[in-house]
């Protein structure tokens, strides 16, 4: 007998598969989910952002492609948007050039513009005024974080309103 786990695996895989039959060299699926009473969760994104339309097709080629006979679903298909945290590379490279918050894996908080981001890791660049011995004013200091994705606790957007 297979472990559900590996069922679920399988799926998840084949569900994969059918999303980017759909994507576009610029798109990149950032998650496929399955929860227990067999809702399908599935993320997509794309350098330029996602439309409803690109959504459409997407939900379409899997509700074509699966079976509802053989076993019930609901699937919802969307861009991760926003407020949810990097899960792929390809969301740091979606980014460089804007400001995100970084949580290393040792609980220290960064917020800065992502500069760079490669296979390896980012480089995050953080500027804040600190006061600084022999200055009456605070100074801006600027330091550069060169950090493996392994170091990378969480990472997400910061949404500005400027």
Same mark, same amino acid.
């Given at each position: ?5 590996? +069922?679920?695996?399988? /799926? *998840?895989?084949? %569900?994969?598969?059918?999303? =980017? !039959? ?35 097709? +997407?939900?379409?080629? /899997? *509700?074509?492609? %699966?079976?509802?006979?053989? =076993? !019930? ?35 220290q ?24 011995e ?29």
């Open positions: 007998m297979i472990a559900k786990e590996t +069922v679920v695996k399988l /799926v *998840e895989e084949r %569900l994969a598969e059918l999303v =980017e !039959d759909r994507l576009d060299d610029k798109m990149f699926i950032v998650d496929v989910r399955i929860s227990s009473n067999n809702e399908i969760m599935v993320y997509v994104d794309s350098m330029s952002g996602m439309t409803i339309k690109e959504c459409i097709s +997407v939900s379409r080629n /899997v *509700e074509h492609n %699966l079976d509802r006979e053989e =076993e !019930d679903f609901s699937l919802q298909v969307s861009s991760p948007g926003l407020t949810k945290g990097f899960k792929v590379k390809q969301q740091y490279e979606k980014y460089t050039g804007k400001d995100i918050e970084v949580l290393t894996n040792d609980e908080q960064l917020e800065g513009l992502l500069k760079a981001s490669d296979e390896e890791g980012i480089i995050l660049e953080t500027s804040k005024r600190e006061k600084v022999g200055h009456k004013k605070k100074q801006l200091i600027v330091k550069e974080y060169n950090l493996k994705y392994d170091e990378i606790k969480s990472a997400k957007a910061v949404i500005s309103f400027k």
